[in-house]
């Protein structure tokens, strides 16, 4: 084997050695461990953009650990969909860790760096594995790893939504176990391609047991996505957590959607007879509903921090009401969707970010205040990140929103999904506008003198302006991103040739 065929684990390598390391080194050699971090980012990058251009040609690839075959051993799956959410999150890890250096965010404790490449290591992993049982060791290894970075800095307000936190986690993954359970005493097996010819195969008697495996499979990552009714942890964590933490955890809630993608058309697709398509009743709905609260709490926000959170819930909501039709073409259109989405979110939080450290006692409070350096700057950030966040012209979001419209069109609630779309578009401009304007337009109306904050660095706007320059980039490119995501759409939506290249063409 050479070492190109190697290149599927380094996602999962790469920060699984770049925490440790950067643990033992933090004490004695902090610039070392610094600088080895930033290292770990930046190979893992590389490593993720040249398995997204190895997969451009369309076949399915498996690492087998250990070379012991599937479905008895573990193994790593290549695919479009894998490669897209690894670029994602290597280039989103990159621009915060950053953030995080500049802002010297990063100081706040000791373990900050080896627990942001625990996190990532825990993300890679649920993008590339292709065993259930792998699938939950990977979530509860981000989990674990966001545990740590959701207290990093410390605070009453950070402990307490901390706890609320760790007790919704640990009921979803017990209620994952019971699944797995469940799944794994119907077929002998928790391989996804094994237990989509398993599952398939199943007699009569069994289709309601697996129906019920198929649901608490998808309540638990509806939770992790934070699909409403299951969505009140969210917004208390991400506004109670460090801004540039919660950039990185803009990722973490379409981990739970990208699960459901990845599950539904290869094990509950319509050959799961009962168990076919298993959440397509409740999702819709739930959707729905997600994107209201979301920008209803963009709204009713009272601070920049919370108000970033709703709106990672309302676009979930939104993503969601894309994936729940279930067809190639409103796949395709969740999947640019949630690219820009992610990035809007994270540049959202980012932003906060550097408004609260120039703003002094008035922090990110969506309340008048004096002028503070920098304001001009962040407050037409702020706008940029509002716009793609909506979903308005010119950047990604609007396309975005517009792929979804015209997928949606014909399907089953149609037109739930186009009124809900533009209806919460204009709840959501009216939110950002009464935010923008109290901080940033109010404060230079009734200006009382300048807020006393310490001296800032201008380097602290290098890294939201980077996502917003994603996002551009996101549209100006959008020809060739739809194009992607349409090959990824349809290579998710036939599983066939992902069940051959696990199993071998005996199966």
């Known amino acids: 084997m050479t070492l190109l065929d ?4 380094a996602p999962v390598v790469i920060p699984a050695i770049s925490a440790p390391v950067t ?17 770990g980012c930046v190979a893992l990058a590389v490593a993720a953009c040249t398995l997204f251009a190895i997969a451009q040609d369309g076949a399915i690839r498996s690492y087998a650990l250990g070379a012991w075959p599937a479905p008895f051993g573990i193994v790593l799956v290549l695919d479009r969909l894998a490669a897209l959410m690894l670029v994602l999150a290597a280039l989103l890890a990159t621009i915060v860790l950053g953030h995080a250096l500049v802002t010297g965010a990063d100081r706040r404790g000791w373990h900050f760096h080896p627990l942001f490449h625990f996190q990532l290591m825990g993300l890679n992993g649920a993008f590339l594995t292709g065993d259930l049982f792998n699938l939950f060791v990977f979530f ?3 989990l674990i790893a966001s545990y740590g970075l959701m207290l990093h800095g410390q605070g009453a307000l950070r402990m307490k939504a901390g706890v609320a936190y760790v007790v919704v986690n640990i009921v979803g993954s017990a209620l994952f176990l019971i699944a797995l ?3 794994y005493g119907l077929t002998a097996t928790l391989n996804m391609a094994d237990l989509a010819v398993r599952v398939a195969a199943l007699g009569v008697a069994d289709q309601g047991l697996v129906r019920v495996a198929g649901l608490l499979l998808m309540v638990v990552f509806a939770l992790k996505a934070a699909v409403v009714p299951l969505h009140l942890w969210l917004p208390r964590t991400y506004a109670a957590t460090m801004p540039v933490v919660a950039a990185l955890f803009a990722i973490m809630t379409k981990v739970g959607v990208y699960a459901m993608i990845r599950t539904v058309p290869l094990i509950f697709g319509a050959q799961a007879g009962a168990a076919a398509w298993v959440p397509a009743p409740y999702l819709l709905p739930a959707a729905i509903l997600g994107a209201i609260v979301g ?12 108000q970033a959170a709703f709106a990672v819930l309302a676009s979930t909501g939104t993503l969601l009401m894309a994936v729940a039709s279930w067809r190639e073409a409103t796949l395709a259109a969740a999947l640019y969707y949630m690219m820009q989405a992610v990035v809007a ?3 959202l939080f980012l932003v906060a970010d550097v408004t609260m450290r120039r703003r002094g006692q008035y922090a990110d409070a969506i309340v008048p205040s004096p002028r503070f350096a920098g304001q001009d700057a962040a407050g037409l950030l702020y706008l940029a990140a509002a716009i793609g966040a909506v979903g308005l012209p010119p950047l990604a979001g609007f396309v975005g929103k517009l792929l979804i419209l015209d997928a949606s069109f014909a399907t089953p609630g149609w037109p739930a999904v186009w009124a809900t779309i533009l209806v919460t578009t204009l709840i959501g401009v ?20 300048a807020v006393a904050c310490p001296a800032r660095s201008r380097a602290e706007f290098i890294a939201p302006a980077l996502l917003l320059a994603t996002l551009a980039a996101l549209t100006v490119a959008a020809g060739w991103v739809t194009a992607q995501t349409r090959a990824t759409a349809a290579q998710v ?5 992902y069940v051959t290249a696990i199993l071998g063409a005996a199966r």
């Open 181 to 183: 359970g469940l799944l």
């Open 430 to 449: 009216i939110g950002f506008s009464r935010g923008g304007s109290t901080v940033f337009w109010k404060a230079s109306a009734a200006d009382a003198g």
């Open 140 to 142: 509860e290894v981000l």
């Open 6 to 9: 190697h290149l599927p684990i």
């Open 295 to 306: 920008f209803v709490g963009v709204l009713t926000a009272r601070g920049m921090r919370e």
């Open 23 to 39: 643990m033992l080194l933090m004490r004695r050699h902090r610039s070392v461990a610094v600088a080895l971090s930033l290292g």
């Open 493 to 497: 939506m036939a599983p066939g040739p």
């Open 345 to 347: 979110g994270a540049a």
